[in-house]
């Protein structure tokens, strides 16, 4: 069904967009307007009335490409014929082997085998799971001190995508853990009183 937008939604969008992905995006939109819009309508919307994040998701100049230097880590068929059976490769990385992502993110190598989102993860879900069992549906590890080298059980917090778009759009992420902490308590009330004011408009 066709969505008119009015003129208050598409101004919360541009405030919201830059420091919100597009998938917390509509869960806020949504919660906000009690609307049940769907990601190919959002992001129609964000084309069509030129909304923008203000993120280019491409490197500044000057800045080292983090697959540099690692030909073929990213090609997860390969080159069918660049090994003849039983040959090991000059590049290949053992089981434990970690490195940083592009977004700072510390990857650990947890395979030989299977595809490359398979064979290598985030280590601080790894080291988060192997703890408490896999991370339930509808909920991300956040890090309380901001530092994504931290990774320790004592800094990492699981939260809702529902606490974190309420934490994104309130600044409530800090360097120190408690305040993180408290931020965390209080994107719970945002998102309680959210949902008290919008049962109250339906009256």
Same mark, same amino acid.
């Given at each position: 069904?066709?969505?008119?937008?009015?003129?208050?939604?598409?101004?919360?969008?541009?405030?919201?967009?830059?420091?919100?992905?597009?998938?917390?995006?509509?869960?806020?939109?949504?919660?906000?307007?009690?609307?049940?819009? +769907?990601?190919?309508?959002? @992001?129609?919307?964000? %084309?069509?009335? /030129?909304? $923008?994040?203000?993120? #280019?998701?491409?490197?500044?100049?000057?800045?080292?490409?983090?697959?540099?230097?690692?030909?073929?880590?990213?090609?997860?068929?390969? +080159?069918?014929?660049?090994? @003849?059976?039983?040959? %090991?490769?000059? /590049?290949? $990385?053992?089981?434990? #082997?970690?490195?940083?992502?592009?977004?700072?993110?510390?990857?650990?190598?947890?395979?030989?085998?299977?595809?490359?989102?398979?064979?290598?993860?985030?280590?601080? @879900?790894?080291?988060?799971?192997?703890? /408490?069992?896999?991370?339930?549906?509808?909920?991300?590890?956040?890090?309380?001190?901001?530092?994504?080298?931290?990774?320790?059980?004592?800094?990492?917090?699981?939260?809702?995508?529902?606490?974190?778009?309420?934490?994104?759009?309130?600044?409530?992420?800090?360097?120190?853990?408690?305040?993180?902490?408290?931020?965390?308590?209080?994107?719970?009330?945002?998102?309680?009183?959210?949902?008290?004011?919008?049962?109250?408009?339906?009256?």
């Amino acid at each position: 069904m066709r969505h008119t937008w009015t003129h208050e939604q598409k101004e919360f969008l541009r405030k919201h967009y830059p420091s919100n992905s597009q998938r917390d995006l509509l869960f806020l939109l949504n919660q906000e307007f009690q609307l049940n819009i +769907n990601m190919n309508q959002l @992001k129609a919307c964000l %084309t069509n009335h /030129n909304i $923008k994040s203000g993120r #280019t998701g491409q490197f500044e100049k000057g800045t080292t490409p983090v697959n540099k230097g690692t030909k073929g880590l990213y090609n997860v068929g390969g +080159n069918r014929t660049s090994f @003849k059976k039983g040959d %090991t490769p000059k /590049n290949y $990385k053992p089981v434990g #082997t970690e490195r940083i992502d592009r977004d700072g993110y510390v990857l650990i190598k947890v395979s030989d085998s299977g595809t490359w989102h398979e064979r290598w993860r985030h280590k601080h @879900k790894v080291v988060w799971e192997k703890a /408490n069992g896999p991370i339930p549906k509808g909920h991300v590890l956040i890090f309380l001190d901001q530092n994504k080298l931290n990774i320790s059980l004592e800094n990492l917090q699981l939260i809702t995508r529902a606490q974190l778009a309420r934490m994104n759009q309130n600044k409530l992420f800090h360097l120190d853990p408690e305040l993180t902490k408290t931020g965390v308590v209080i994107a719970n009330i945002y998102t309680k009183m959210g949902a008290l004011n919008r049962k109250e408009k339906t009256k």
